[in-house]
């Protein structure tokens, strides 16, 4: 028991314990205030770099786009600018995302994996404007229109070289943001940081197999340009005015060689150069194809082209070739009077010694109708098979010796790729593989993955140059993204522009071989789409269907079209598919000397 004089010695010692726990209180709050104040003010401040680095990236965003549109352009001091310009911006993004504070409030809930993926995403692109953009751009950068222009008939392959050096830097780099992005944490991120996130690993997806494409194009680019020795290649002139599969007979071949860049024509042919084999086929024959085709197409050279497929073309030219002149064959390319005309676009007219003069407007008419009418009688196939082989050559002058701007040239060729009137075909495995995954192959897709393609293909039987009065027009009606079974049918038309009046003046080697200016012979080829299977077909007057079998993977239906003067007919063949995935409805037609009208009809399809 405590008495009182006890709690009188203890009393005064209530007060003190009351100061001093007011003391700590006091302390406490002062401590929470200040940390409230501090986390306010990183907060402020962590938000002012994020708003830094949004801007930076935007900043980047708009540079590339910059960027496309320099390259496409050929402005290569742009380029070389710009990507200086982008570098910048994605190092200051980087910086902005690198502080500590940043770092410290990247464990913070809901905020930070916000911050911590608009920090990898920084970082990523600017390994992309760093390691893959600046190494391509400072290739293109030293070079210039002059510098891309063949010099004397010569190509300079140092920037080729030097290209590809930078393209295999820029797929590392390329592979390696990709991989960096695909392990941001994008769930319990705002709409715009997953937004951006998604969208960042598409674009990056993307540029890594557009760099893998051209990279894996441009490293065979100095090997087939003769950098490890001469190459020979056999470039084959297509004849519209006598259709085949492919665009036209073989009319006329020239020998090119090339050797480090410096190319010349050695040897010039034409179909009637090569002896007929009948009886003989110069390859190993395929009796299906041979059955479809007529054996022709492996015994006379001009029908090489009759399959829709550039390689079978390709290896018969090269057979012929070799076993009739001698000498190895690199490779085919191939090209028609509607590309050349293309091309006289971007090179300007150029003049031939009989004093007429090529341009992009008179080119197809000239080359394909007038000169059969200037040269007639016993002589005129050796003298028009001589005016196209001084054609090709004039052409060929032009090209290599700088005639015309690289931009023009290179849009007129990819135009002439584009309507697959050139083709390309190497004898070496290795960058055959390459060519065969571009639009240069001449070849038809072999599965519905990419694109749902039907074909439709003409060939001329009459043995004349009529096509020149010959328009026609298909169309591909498809249910497949309406139906799990779908049905694909394909119709055609074909109308004779020809007059009773204009075939009286035709000259013999226009005309029929069979039946003169009064009927001519067309054999159509219909091929369904990958997969499916003939179901059924119709045929109007003057057309019959001659058989249905399959080629290429696909099946195929053949008819037989006569018409006379001013004649329309049609041909229709539905196929069906099984259930399945399939992709965009496309239909590829023979590019023809008049453009066939192409028409895709598929509801429900995006």
Same mark, same amino acid.
């Given at each position: 028991m405590i008495d009182s004089t006890a709690r009188a010695a203890a009393a005064p010692t209530r007060p003190r314990r009351l100061k001093r726990r007011a003391r700590r209180w006091l302390v406490t709050l002062a401590v929470f205030v200040g940390l409230v104040i501090a986390f306010g003010a990183a907060g402020g401040w962590v938000a002012s770099r994020a708003l830094t680095a949004k801007s930076e990236l935007e900043k980047a965003q708009t540079l590339v786009g910059t960027l496309k549109t320099q390259a496409a352009a050929m402005d290569f001091v742009g380029v070389g600018t710009t990507s200086t310009k982008l570098s910048a911006v994605t190092s200051k993004a980087v910086d902005q995302t690198q502080d500590p504070v940043w770092r410290a409030a990247e464990i913070i809930p809901v905020v930070g994996v916000n911050l911590t993926a608009v920090r990898q995403m920084a970082e990523a692109v600017d390994v992309v404007a760093k390691d893959a953009v600046a190494p391509i751009a400072t290739v293109a950068s030293g070079l210039n229109a002059a510098s891309l222009k063949p010099v004397d008939g010569k190509i300079n392959l140092a920037p080729i070289v030097d290209l590809n050096a930078a393209l295999i830097t820029a797929g590392t780099?390329?592979?390696?943001? %990709? &991989?960096?992005?695909?392990?941001?944490? #994008? =769930?319990?991120?705002?709409?715009? *940081?997953?937004? %951006? &996130?998604?969208?960042?690993?598409?674009? #990056? =997806?993307?540029?890594?197999?557009? *760099?893998?494409?051209v990279s894996s194009i441009s490293s065979v680019v100095p090997e087939m340009l003769g950098?490890?020795?001469?190459?020979?290649?056999?470039?084959?002139?297509?004849?519209?005015?006598?259709?085949?599969a492919l665009g036209g007979t073989a009319a006329a071949l020239t020998e090119v060689t090339v050797d480090a860049g410096q190319i010349s024509i050695a040897r010039q042919a034409s179909s009637q150069t090569f002896p007929w084999r009948d009886g003989e086929p110069v390859i190993a024959e395929d009796p299906k194809l041979a059955a479809l085709y007529s054996p022709l197409i492996y015994t006379r050279l001009n029908l090489a082209t009759s399959r829709p497929d550039f390689p079978t073309a390709a290896q018969i030219t090269q057979a012929f070739w070799q076993q009739d002149l001698g000498g190895t064959v690199d490779g085919v390319i191939s090209i028609d009077p509607a590309a050349l005309a293309h091309m006289l676009g971007a090179t300007g007219p150029v003049a031939m010694s009989t004093g007429d003069v090529l341009t992009e407007d008179n080119a197809v008419a000239l080359l394909l109708n007038e000169i059969y009418f200037r040269y007639q009688g016993k002589n005129g196939p050796d003298q028009t098979d001589a005016f196209f082989a001084e054609a090709a050559m004039t052409m060929f002058n032009a090209v290599t010796n700088s005639q015309g701007e690289p931009l023009d040239m290179l849009n007129a060729v990819s135009q002439g790729v584009n309507e697959h009137r050139i083709m390309a075909w190497s004898a070496h495995p290795e960058e055959q593989k390459i060519i065969e995954g571009t639009t240069l192959a001449g070849i038809l897709p072999t599965t519905n993955e990419l694109s749902t393609t039907a074909g439709v293909f003409f060939r001329d039987t009459s043995t004349s140059k009529m096509d020149f009065y010959l328009e026609t027009g298909a169309s591909l009606s498809t249910d497949m993204c309406t139906s799990a079974t779908p049905t694909f049918t394909t119709t055609v038309n074909l109308h004779s522009t020809l007059t009773t009046e204009v075939g009286a003046t035709l000259p013999a080697y226009v005309a029929s071989g069979y039946w003169g200016a009064d009927l001519f012979r067309t054999e159509v080829y219909v091929y369904g789409p990958p997969g499916t299977t003939y179901v059924s077909s119709g045929a109007a007057a003057g057309a019959v269907l001659d058989t249905t079998t399959d080629d290429l993977g696909r099946p195929v239906a053949k008819f037989t079209v006569m018409l006379a003067p001013g004649q329309t007919s049609e041909v229709a063949v539905t196929f069906s598919g099984p259930d399945g995935t399939y992709a965009a409805p496309e239909l590829r037609t023979t590019p023809m000397l008049n453009p066939t009208t192409v028409a895709v009809d598929a509801p429900g399809c995006k």
């Open positions: 780099a390329l592979d390696s943001a %990709a &991989g960096s992005v695909g392990k941001i944490e #994008l =769930d319990g991120t705002v709409g715009q *940081v997953n937004e %951006a &996130g998604t969208k960042l690993t598409t674009m #990056l =997806d993307s540029a890594a197999t557009s *760099v893998r494409d950098a490890s020795g001469p190459r020979n290649y056999i470039l084959m002139f297509q004849n519209l005015a006598e259709t085949t």
